[in-house]
């Protein structure tokens, strides 16, 4: 069970959340092809091949190698889009894609770690503009997400800033906690993918959710708890005690924009930067 709520004289905490299949149900990136379709991004074949990358991910059969070719894919898929009409396409399509396949038990325990007094912090491969909103609608308080290169034109050159996956969430995770004071031996995190094992480390109570065989076999030699979520309902027909604003807000417009699949996450650099 969760602290009720944190000791204010410790140093801070945060709960870190892999997105797809641990709080929603399905991939926050191929959710979206067919509205790219609908707004002329992409042709048919695409929308065909990303529904059978949703379903080989859903089947839990995406491996490493897998998730490379797919990320290239995409990165290639969305060159030239213009920037203001994914964005678009995101704000308007957001709720009535996301919100029906986010988790109950996932909504559940965000409330609870805000309760606790810890942050809630989205950690995902998924593509930032399509995670930035995605975090806003569950109420997150920070996420870390990937970003692709934006040209002098407003539409992307096809080129990764920065992939967040593997090891790569792990160091986000120790640069975040270095950065806002969390006791990362008192934090927690949660996903679906033995691919997250890094993150999942790197912190002292990891989670494991829905499980890929890989990871219920990691988590069962290190006896990590592992949740099942399997409950997708809408925020506002849940029946519990009133949820947070935060998570029946409708996410900002302009922070709303979809990658083609992968989120790129920089702003790890920006404190280097400013400094």
């Known amino acids: 069970m969760l602290d009720l709520v944190e000791n204010h004289s410790l140093p801070r905490t945060a709960a870190f959340f892999d997105l797809d299949k641990t709080v929603i149900a399905k991939s926050s990136t191929l959710t979206f092809s067919k509205s790219f379709y609908q707004g002329g991004l992409i042709n048919r074949r695409a929308v065909l091949r990303t529904a059978y990358a949703q379903f080989v991910f859903l089947a839990g059969g995406a491996d490493h190698d897998q998730m490379e070719r797919m990320r290239s894919y995409l990165s290639s898929l969305c060159r030239g889009w213009n920037v203001e009409q994914v964005k678009e396409i995101v704000a308007e399509t957001l709720h009535d894609l996301i ?43 920070r996420v870390v997400a990937t970003r692709m290169v934006v040209g002098d034109d407003g539409c992307f050159t096809g080129e990764v800033e920065y992939y967040a996956y593997g090891p790569t969430k792990a160091e986000a995770v120790r640069e975040l906690a270095e950065s806002e004071g969390y006791d990362l031996e008192r934090c927690f995190a949660y996903s679906d993918s033995a691919t997250d094992v890094p993150m999942l480390e790197s912190v002292g109570r990891p989670h494991a959710v829905n499980p890929d065989r890989a990871l219920r076999r990691e988590a069962l030699a290190r006896d990590w708890p592992i949740l099942d979520f399997h409950r997708p309902v809408r925020l506002k027909q849940r029946l519990h005690a009133p949820p947070r604003p935060a998570l029946v807000a409708a996410a900002a417009v ?22």
């Not at 988790?103 to 770690?113: F, R, T, V």
């Not at 302009?254 to 400094?275: E, L, P, Q």
């Open 99 to 141: 919100d029906p396949i986010i988790y109950d038990e996932a909504a559940s325990l965000i409330e609870e770690h805000h309760t606790a007094g810890r942050d809630v912090v989205i950690v995902s491969t998924s593509g930032a503009e399509v995670v930035e909103p995605i975090g806003e609608l569950l109420g997150a308080d």
């Open 254 to 275: 302009g922070a709303a924009a979809a990658t083609a699949g992968i989120v790129w996450f920089a702003s790890r650099r920006r404190a280097a930067t400013a400094g």
